[in-house]
């Protein structure tokens, strides 16, 4: 009679299955992916002045040898070792970079995978690496010259051996055990300095769950720290070569603490801008990147302490972008690698139909809050953190993938119901899901639905677009609060074009109009605007560098304004303008004209000098907008 296998090698092919079938299902997307957007025209030819070009760049002339390459501003991780590496094993090729960085991305579903299961059980390791698989971000920045795929590698690596310290099968782990996740510890601070404020959570998790006496708790404590030291301290010495300072890892934190907190701060990405950046440029000449980082720092504490007031609408501003469905935009735009690719359609997930499940799967995890605590613990650190400097979608995506354990766990308790006939929990909980999703999509669907019904509601009084500043002048606008990384480059005959819907109530009581533009010039540059075909002369900012972005304030008359829709072009006689692009509104108003005389809403930026389909301009808006003063309105 044959031999039945015995129940442990089932579980064990069945295992190895599940593992094969989710690691080849996440490399051939991301495969698919990096094959179909190869046609983009910054698929080879990076944006200059960001980050992917700085570090192609540094990791270029490390694999040639030049080790001090770069400002020691950068996380060094990524563009000092990880890709300089993958540079000298492929010839610098970037379409085998992303080939290499896909292959991290089915590893890091990998690891969900197995973290969720260890935490919970397989059915929540399952749901969430099948989320994982589909989660946009993920495959776009996979498709990036950045450091996002390998950070989530680290925290991932560093989380799994932390777990491993509580939920392992040996009595007492070795040291060598704890050195090597204090190892990780410190990548994953080199893959993005923030990390290190979880240390003192991770240490306290050591000290916790390592096995005998007080004493032995700290001295496998130390252990732990000592590894995390050993992997930074190679990259504080080596930015100290590049800086002259010994900072901890990175050295323009500074910096990006005064883009985050300063009086024209929006909460995302972007120098400041006005008296204050003026103060904070000339005072930056001639000094080291240390000195300049202590003045920035010194510059934001002293707007927190003045403008406490000013500070709290920062940070809830900043508590929303990071917690919101908007993938705020940096160095690339989400929005458009959806465009040109098969991640515009189901079943591919945005941070946003993720987040309500997270949200629930959190809760219902409380139970087992002795062994997830430390899930908790990194996702609040790290998002504080975060926000307390600037938001952007990329510097949020360290915490997706705990929260997608949760959501992963949310749906596994969703099926488990189901499973048991539990209709009642099933579809609360799913009613729930529904209600957050409606009121994170609430602004999005309103725009999307805007545009049709707009002149019916300005007939009755409303106008959703009009922001009222105070209590006698209005702000029209179609655009959030922070430009995307995107806008056009325009040079003669080249211009712009912005539509902007007024109310008639608003103009009867005009008084005075401001044009707004958000945009920066070549020195060389001269201009015009016109608002309804009436043109008008612009001026050149004052103190603004060359090519810098910055908003340009024009007065025009009220008389050449009417009640309904209003064309302002933008039309540059000599050198360049860049227009800037915010990518989170619809409202079909921005178009461009090029050189044959044709008003285009498909091309991205001028400047590449190529006529492709990119983002649709309407699916973002230039940044153009009219300030009206009202005259007050007199008590009856």
Partial sequence: ?????????????????????????????????ILQIRSNPFFRDLSPATDMATYDDIARKISGGDLLAGTGTESPLYPRVFLPLVYLATRGDLLFV????????????LLIYVIAKRLFARPTGLAAAVIAIFYIPFLVYSGAILSETLLNT??????????????????????????????????????????????????????????????????????????????????????WFL?????????????????????????????????????????????S?????????????????????????????????????????????????????????????????????????AFLAIPRVRTVWILYAFILVYSVTIILFIVVGRYRLAVVPFLIIFAGHCCAMIGRWFAHRRFRPALGVIGIMALLMVFLYTGYLWRAIYPIIEGPLSRL?????????????????????????????????????????????????????????????????????????????????????????????????????????NEIVVEPQAGRIRIALDDGYDFDRSSVRDAEGNWRTDRLDGQTCKTYRSLHIADGEFRIRLEITVKRQVPA
């Fill in 98 to 109: 992303r080939f290499v960085q896909v292959a991290l991305n089915a590893l890091n579903v």
């Fill in 461 to 565: 009084g409303y106008s959703w677009r009009v922001l009222a500043v105070d209590t006698n002048k209005y702000l029209i606008k179609d655009d959030t609060p922070r430009p995307s990384p995107y806008g056009v480059t325009l040079e003669s005959p080249m211009a712009a074009r912005k539509i902007l819907f007024v109310p008639e109530d608003i103009l009867d009581r005009a008084e005075k109009v401001v044009l707004t533009i958000d945009c920066g010039m070549t020195k060389d540059a001269k201009w015009r605007v016109g608002v309804n075909g009436a043109f008008t002369e612009a001026p050149i900012p004052e103190g603004q560098p060359s090519g810098v972005m910055g908003t340009v304030t024009i007065p025009i008359k009220s008389e050449v304004l009417r009640a309904g829709e």
């Fill in 1 to 33: 009679m044959t031999e039945q296998p015995s129940t442990s090698k089932v579980n064990a092919v069945s295992e190895a299955i599940i593992i094969l079938a989710l690691v080849a299902a996440a490399f051939t997307i991301g495969l698919l992916y």
């Fill in 243 to 287: 800086t002259g300072s010994l900072t901890p890892l990175r050295g323009n934190s500074g910096t990006m603490f005064l883009m985050g907190n300063n009086p024209t701060a929006t909460g995302a990405y972007g120098e400041p801008r006005g008296e204050i950046g003026r103060v904070f440029r000339e005072a930056c000449k001639g000094k």
């Fill in 154 to 239: 680290t925290i991932l690596v560093m989380m799994l051996m932390l777990l491993d310290l509580r939920l392992g099968r040996e009595e007492t782990a070795p040291a060598s055990h704890f050195l090597i996740a204090g190892l990780t510890l410190g990548l994953a601070t080199a893959a993005k300095p923030t990390v290190i404020v979880f240390a003192p959570f991770a240490i306290l998790w050591v000290a916790l769950h390592a096995k005998g006496d007080a004493k032995h708790r700290a001295a496998r404590a130390g252990i732990y720290l000592g590894g995390a030291a050993a992997a930074m301290i190679p990259f504080v010495v080596w930015g």
């Fill in 289 to 361: 990147i240390a000195e300049q980082d202590r003045l920035a720092y010194r510059l934001a504490l002293h707007f927190i302490r003045t403008n406490p007031g000013q500070f709290a609408k920062l940070l809830v501003e900043k508590t929303k972008l990071f917690w919101g469905h908007e993938e705020v935009g940096n160095n690339l735009s989400v929005t458009y690698y959806r465009q040109i690719s098969f991640l515009g359609y189901p079943p591919f997930l945005s941070f946003g139909l993720i987040l309500p499940a997270a949200i629930i799967g």
